[in-house]
């Protein structure tokens, strides 16, 4: 079992940078693809980027350039860095965890990008 906690959402104004971070507890994660997806209001949950173990990356297009994730291992976290935020960023951003069948979410945290 893991649990996730993410934090460093909040409001920032359009152009602006985010970094959320993502903590896992209960048992290392090192092994764990690790993502960040987010939902907005109406809208169907949707991948943002995601790390495996190797370091690998994968990105949403519409972040590619802008969002960077990355993992600490030893720190069993993930962080999202968010540059150049738009309005259509505004969402609840969720860290996900997945290791074979296992899947698991943080209860997400609200991130608005407004003037």
């Known amino acids: 079992q893991v649990q996730l906690v993410e934090s460093g959402g909040g409001l920032v104004q359009p152009g602006g940078s985010l970094t959320l971070s993502c903590a896992a507890s209960?048992?290392?994660?090192?092994?764990?693809?690790m993502g960040w997806y987010r939902q907005a209001p109406g809208k169907q949950r949707e991948l943002v980027a995601i790390i495996d173990s190797s370091g690998t990356t994968n990105y949403a297009d519409s972040v590619k350039g802008r969002f960077t994730i990355s993992r600490d291992n030893a720190k069993n976290t993930v962080y999202l860095q968010m540059n150049t935020l738009k309005p259509e960023d505004t969402a609840v951003y969720y860290c996900n965890a997945r290791f074979l069948v296992a899947i698991f979410w943080g209860q997400g945290t609200q991130v608005t990008v407004s003037s």
């Open positions: 209960g048992r290392s994660s090192s092994a764990y693809v």
